[in-house]
């Protein structure tokens, strides 16, 4: 039971590049959760999917694109990466009593 | 939308001593506030949450207080010690639906 796995754990981008960050989930969890990290800042919802074929917008969901793949997965796509999306960005899920279990981050330079 | 304001930022006690931290929240339909822990490079783990319907809860020496009048809740740490250490985060749900939003976090350094 590896919980909530997210790739890559690192990544180095140029400006323009863009790239996907892989989710999955193995406890069954309807809810999965895009949140990115940054000094100061705290954790803010990019994307939320309450169940197969559904998102919705978070916090600041500008600059990204979701897609819940089947009931295990939800990636996290950056079409045109920007210097301002420098961040570690966590994967959750949520079980029915709404508590949250995140992946182990990752790591997101954009020169 | 719903706004999570958490205080203080930083915060620095001596192991045995009390630790409070703080959070307000905008949107009153708000019904469940969780409390998490993050310590250094590692991901935020839930420690403790409360639903609206309760005004307390507590897990040993973590207690966590709600006012739904004044929209505000407290974590509560007492006895504290150095694996205390961490940064804490506060969040609230939106109305009816799973999302959370979470305060800027309390940077918590526990002195032996």
């Known amino acids: 039971n590896a919980g909530v796995t997210q790739t890559p754990k690192f990544q180095v981008l140029k400006t323009g590049q863009s790239m996907t960050l892989q989710c999955a989930q193995d406890?069954?969890?309807?809810?999965m959760y895009w949140y990115r990290q940054d000094p100061g800042m705290g954790l803010r919802l990019i994307y939320y999917s309450a169940s197969e074929g559904t998102t919705d917008k978070g916090e600041v969901p500008n600059g990204y694109n979701v897609s819940r793949l089947n009931k295990r997965e939800f990636s996290l796509r950056l079409e045109s990466a920007a210097p301002s999306q420098t961040s570690v960005y966590f994967c959750?899920?949520?079980?029915?009593?709404?508590?949250?279990?995140f992946g182990e981050g990752s790591r997101l330079t954009v020169l | 939308g719903e706004n999570v304001e958490q205080h203080p930022s930083t915060l620095s006690v001596q192991e045995g001593d009390s630790a409070v931290i703080k959070c307000t929240y905008s949107?009153?339909?708000?019904?469940?506030f969780p409390w998490y822990k993050q310590e250094l490079g590692k991901r935020p783990q839930l420690i403790i949450d409360i639903r609206s319907n309760v005004g307390e809860k507590k897990d040993q020496r973590i207690a966590v207080t709600l006012n739904k009048t004044a929209k505000h809740f407290s974590l509560h740490i007492t006895e504290t010690q150095p694996e205390d250490s961490a940064v804490y985060f506060c969040?609230?749900?939106?109305?009816?639906?799973?999302?959370?939003?979470f305060g800027t976090g309390t940077r918590l350094q526990v002195f032996p």
């Open positions: 969040a609230a749900s939106l109305y009816n639906t799973d999302k959370l939003i």
């Open positions: 959750a899920s949520s079980d029915p009593r709404g508590e949250l279990f």
């Open positions: 949107d009153s339909a708000s019904n469940y």
């Open positions: 406890m069954n969890h309807n809810s």
